[in-house]
């Protein structure tokens, strides 16, 4: 085990034994090569199923980044404006009053799109 995994691997236990998290898992890849593959815990409570590094997990803004960097590269390259309404690129997205919310407002998370309702659970989100 290299220092990085035992590290990662020590890391993810601790949360784990601490309550923070029930189950996690890490990948990291460097240039191409995974050098960690750690995982801790249980993926499902009811039957005690542990996490392997196959198992699924549903991921909260991860695309965000790759979004961010391709709306400024076509901004670079004049495709759009970042004051251009986002209704005039996806025009249902104006629905309930956010007619007016620009690429501007998207990219600073100021867009007026609420967050997810409280007690939303896992079985909520994937129905």
């Known amino acids: 085990m290299t220092d990085v995994q035992q590290e990662v691997q020590e890391a993810i ?3 784990v034994a601490s309550g923070a998290e029930r189950g996690l898992q890490v990948a990291v890849y460097r240039h191409g ?12 409570p009811a039957t005690g199923r542990p996490v392997t590094s196959d198992t699924p ?12 960097t391709v709306v ?10 970042y004051d251009t309404r ?11 009053g956010k007619e007016r919310a620009t690429v501007r407002h998207a990219l600073s998370q100021s867009a007026g799109v609420p967050g ?8 909520d989100l994937c129905d």
């Open 13 to 15: 236990d601790r949360l």
């Open 33 to 44: 090569e995974q050098v960690v593959d750690a995982v801790a815990g249980i993926a499902d």
């Open 57 to 68: 997990f549903f991921s909260y803004s991860i695309g965000k980044g790759v979004a961010a």
């Open 72 to 81: 400024h590269v076509l901004a670079e390259r004049g495709v759009l404006d």
């Open 86 to 96: 986002i209704v005039e690129l996806w025009p249902e997205f104006g629905a309930n």
């Open 116 to 123: 997810l309702p409280p007690g939303l659970t896992v079985e």
